[in-house]
């Protein structure tokens, strides 16, 4: 009876080591930045595969729910790495090299400058000055004031 107990006991502890290559569900840590696996969009999909760190073997992942994606983003922009021409803009045209060049251009010159604002008029003496200008009066420094002198103590009787 013991010995029937420790092996359900120790078939039911290893059963669950072998559960690690079932299915995912892939939920994206950031809202709106899919996750792609192999040109899929597998954002809240189930991924099946048998990959990670404690397996040896890889298996390609399938996902199940996913939506296929374009590799080329069809966004209305360049991507010079993608190797298409844009689909709007300038048409560049390399012209012949013997073509009839147009006359030259005028010259043209324009320059610029910047000075300071005149000075304010400066008044002049005046016509009749005061006769006599009075200076404040210094006559050194001033002493310091003394403290009162203390009345004499009466001596004992």
């Known amino acids: 009876m013991r010995a029937s107990l420790a092996l359900a006991i120790l078939a039911a502890m290893s059963s669950t080591a072998l559960a690690g290559g079932g299915f995912d569900i892939v939920v994206p840590v950031r809202p709106g930045?899919?996750?792609?696996?192999?040109?899929v969009d597998?954002?809240?999909?189930?991924?099946?595969?048998?990959?990670?760190?404690?397996?040896?073997?890889?298996?390609?992942?399938?996902?199940?729910?996913?939506r296929p994606i374009?590799?080329?983003?069809?966004?209305?922009h360049y991507y010079p790495s993608l190797g298409r021409m844009p689909g709007y803009g300038r048409l560049e045209i390399e012209p012949p090299a013997n073509r009839r060049l147009p006359k030259p251009a005028e010259s043209y010159h324009q320059s610029w400058g910047a000075e300071s604002a005149p000075l304010p008029a400066q008044s002049?003496?005046?016509?009749?000055?005061?006769p006599v200008?009075?200076?404040p009066e210094f006559n050194g420094p001033r002493p310091l004031p003394r403290p009162f002198p203390r009345p004499p103590r009466p001596r004992g009787f």
């Open 42 to 66: 597998a954002s809240y999909a189930v991924v099946e595969s048998a990959m990670g760190l404690a397996r040896n073997e890889s298996m390609v992942p399938t996902v199940y729910g996913g």
């Open 70 to 76: 374009d590799p080329q983003p069809n966004v209305g």
């Open 33 to 39: 930045v899919p996750i792609i696996i192999n040109g």
């Open 133 to 135: 200008i009075y200076a």
């Open 124 to 130: 002049n003496v005046p016509v009749d000055p005061p």
